[in-house]
């Protein structure tokens, strides 16, 4: 089956840090750009994060820009987001998404998410 | 950043009725636009890529149109399965962006 699977979400506080993963399944994982978007409570879609399949293209949102680092290992079929100095604001359920193989910039497969809350 | 504006914010509708929502883009992004059904605990699902291109294995009640900055989403005949949340996507530029969402819930 063709399925990607996040876990590492977890309670955190102020200015802590943790680090999410997501596992690919059923595709060719190393021929795929991945990305991560999240949904606040009660909020809409953000997209926060975006790695090239052969890792050498990053990019992200500007309310992550220096806290988070986007990674992969393409021989464990591996997506990270390893996230620091993290905020109340940053609580949110994270999903990894794949990158439509030929034109890109759209998410054909998504993760069911994993919840980071962010509290004291 | 590209702002996507989505119209309405949220709508309410009867098994059978045909929906139409609008996505608008502060700039032009071509059709470089994606849409998506979100439902409360689920993953997001694709519907419509490059503004008009159906998904493969989405229902063809669904369809996509417009180009430049304004862009809209119909559902030909409403069914039960298609009370949700959708969200129109730019991919023009590096930086995708997300409309707020439209919410269609049922009368």
């Known amino acids: 089956e063709v399925q990607l699977v996040e876990s590492g979400g977890d309670l955190v506080q102020p200015g802590g840090s943790l680090r999410l993963s997501c596992t690919g399944s059923?595709?060719?994982?190393?021929?795929?750009?991945m990305n991560w978007v999240r949904q606040a409570p009660g909020k809409g879609l953000e997209w926060i994060s975006y790695?090239?399949?052969?890792?050498?293209?990053?990019y992200y949102s500007d309310s992550v820009k220096g806290r988070y680092t986007i990674s992969r290992d393409n021989a464990k079929n591996l997506l990270y987001l390893q996230m620091k100095s993290l905020r109340v604001e940053d609580t949110a359920v994270y999903y990894c998404?794949?990158?439509?193989?030929?034109?890109?910039?759209?998410?054909?497969?998504w993760g069911q998410g994993t919840l980071v809350t962010v509290s004291s | 950043d590209i702002q996507m504006t989505q119209s309405p914010s949220s709508l309410s509708a009867s098994v059978g009725d045909r929906v139409t929502i609008t996505c608008r883009a502060s700039q032009t992004i071509n059709s470089w636009l994606a849409w998506y059904q979100k439902k409360p605990a689920e993953a997001p699902k694709l519907l419509i890529y490059?503004?008009?291109d159906l998904e493969t294995g989405v229902p063809s009640r669904f369809s996509g149109s417009g180009s430049g900055t304004e862009f809209t989403l119909t559902i030909s005949s409403l069914q039960p399965d298609d009370f949700a949340t959708y969200y129109c996507?730019?991919?023009?530029?590096?930086?995708?962006?997300f409309g707020q969402g439209t919410k269609v819930e049922i009368k």
């Open positions: 059923g595709f060719t994982f190393n021929t795929y750009s």
């Open positions: 996507q730019q991919y023009k530029t590096y930086s995708k962006t």
């Open positions: 790695v090239s399949s052969d890792t050498y293209i990053k």
């Open positions: 998404a794949r990158d439509h193989a030929e034109d890109g910039g759209f998410f054909d497969l």
């Open positions: 490059k503004a008009s």
